[in-house]
């Protein structure tokens, strides 16, 4: 692929550019233009003329559009994947798997602009309302504000743009610095598809951007992913707006002694280091009943280590660099000040540039900041536990919490524990990382705000209109 340019949604000044870096070799594969305060007036213009034509399309129109443009990515699907490998860095089979989720995505959101319309409203059942008729309909917010992460640069970009148009709404996006030209690679294709230039607009700036465009009143709507410093920074600062955030997680998987456990650590492996462990509900901490824990940590040692990590594009990698070279320091860090604490490294801690190899720890101090945190690197730690109320107790007490996940042969002892884990979703016999773009998506505590997959989106982003016939 030839280097892309961007070309500047705001025109009439001459926008500074950044450069887009490949994260494994550091070569500049595009470059965006680079907005701020300054131009905000100019995309509320484009971003009010967008609501003005989404919210006059009809809801087959929404529809007809967006399920075009899952067809469109299906034809195009073998350059969205290249596209993803070179800027986010996922390996090529990662990044093929990540487009058919997009896929799945956009032929959601245009099931949902067709189907979730409203419903009949009973006022005859009432005293008083027996002549009565009525119901309500989902009508648009307006202008939603939608600001995406690098870890799945296609997909997590359909969940905001694809509810958002189903409902009718415009959107001002503000993709990853690290990922906008997959962004802009999707925005494109739905236009291709029949979708209004001005329905979504697409910025690139720093934090100066966004935090202008989170406090515009106007804007109805801020839908964030990422980080809970930047989600609590975005609610100081957007004021009586609707706000979805989904902030991260640190997921404990609790395997029990009666698991299958070939089985478990198969999927806890595959849920550790997939997209280089930049996943919100990866693998992250593992807790072990004791008396299946070496037999436990042998099998998961060994099937780390075959793992194989390096360049993206190549079939046979499973483990690609991370988006950059500083996090992969970071994460180089935090394994060296959990070992500096009286951690145990039982792999890994080896980093070539922006590849940080699966690293597997045990005794991890449960003051580190890699216990505590969302590590979002290719790090795990193992654990063992004694009891059922120790294992919840453990897995509990962090304050981020997306997914968990429990391996066990006993039906009860799983709804058990599934009922008592503070998690947005509790996988039984899988890894904390499985989701479908259907279901409901986020956290409990400070995990999340609101719900993504595609129906629940759509209906943060509509609001209810009552219609009600006096006979």
């Not at 971003?47 to 006059?56: D, M, P």
């Not at 009949?120 to 008083?128: M, W």
Request: hydrophobic share 45%.
């Amino acid at each position: 692929m030839s280097e892309l340019v961007i070309a500047p949604v705001a025109t009439g000044m001459f926008p500074r550019f950044a450069a887009v870096l490949n994260p494994y070799d550091g070569s500049e594969i595009g470059r965006v233009p680079q907005h701020d305060g300054a131009d905000v007036e100019r995309i509320l213009d484009r971003a009010r003329l967008g609501f003005t034509l989404s919210s006059a399309m009809s809801r087959f129109q929404r529809h007809a559009a967006l399920e075009r443009a899952a067809g469109l990515l299906r034809e195009r699907a073998g350059v969205a994947a290249d596209l993803i490998v070179r800027e986010a860095g996922k390996t090529i089979r990662q990044a093929r798997k990540e487009v058919r989720r997009a896929i799945t995505t956009l032929s959601l959101s245009a099931e949902a602009a067709r189907s979730n319309a409203g419903e009949v409203i009973p006022f005859d059942a009432f005293e008083g309302s027996e002549h009565r008729r009525g119901w309500f309909t989902r009508e648009p917010l307006g202008i939603v504000l939608a600001i995406t992460p690098y870890n799945d640069a296609l997909n997590l970009v359909a969940h905001k743009l694809g509810p958002a148009i189903a409902a009718g709404n415009s959107v001002i996006l503000k993709p990853s610095q690290f990922t906008p030209l997959t962004a802009q690679f999707l925005v494109d294709l739905l236009v291709d598809a029949g979708v209004p230039d001005e329905i979504v607009t697409v910025v690139h700036g720093d934090r100066t951007l966004a935090q202008a465009l989170i406090a515009v009143r106007e804007i109805r709507m801020v839908s964030f992913t990422g980080g809970f410093a930047t989600g609590e920074a975005i609610a100081r600062g957007a004021g009586l707006k609707r706000l979805a955030m989904e902030l991260g997680g640190n997921a404990p998987v609790v395997v029990f002694d009666d698991a299958d456990l070939p089985a478990a650590v198969e999927a806890c492996v595959s849920g550790a280091f997939w997209a280089a462990g930049q996943n919100c509900v990866g693998v992250q901490r593992i807790l072990v009943q004791r008396a299946a824990y070496e037999e436990f940590r042998e099998r998961f040692v060994a099937a780390s280590a075959t793992l194989r990590a390096g360049d993206p594009a190549q079939e046979s990698t499973d483990v690609g660099p991370m988006i950059g070279v500083p996090s992969a320091e970071r994460a180089e860090r935090l394994v060296e000040d959990a070992i500096a604490a009286g951690a145990v490294l039982l792999l890994g801690n080896r980093r070539d540039g922006a590849v940080f190899w699966p690293t597997v720890l045990e005794r991890v101090p449960f003051s580190c900041e890699l216990w505590a945190d969302e590590v979002f690197a290719p790090i795990v730690m193992l654990e063992p536990f004694d009891s059922e109320e120790q294992a919840l107790s453990l897995a509990n007490e962090v304050e981020f919490s997306l997914h968990s996940a429990v391996f066990t042969r006993d039906l009860g002892r799983a709804l058990r524990v599934a009922e008592r884990l503070e998690a947005g979703g509790v996988m039984i016999n899988d890894s904390s990382d499985y989701r479908v773009d259907g279901m409901p998506f986020g956290g409990a505590k400070y995990g999340s705000m609101g719900r993504e997959g595609v129906r629940f989106a759509f209906e943060e982003m509509t609001q209810p209109k009552v219609v009600c016939i006096s006979a």
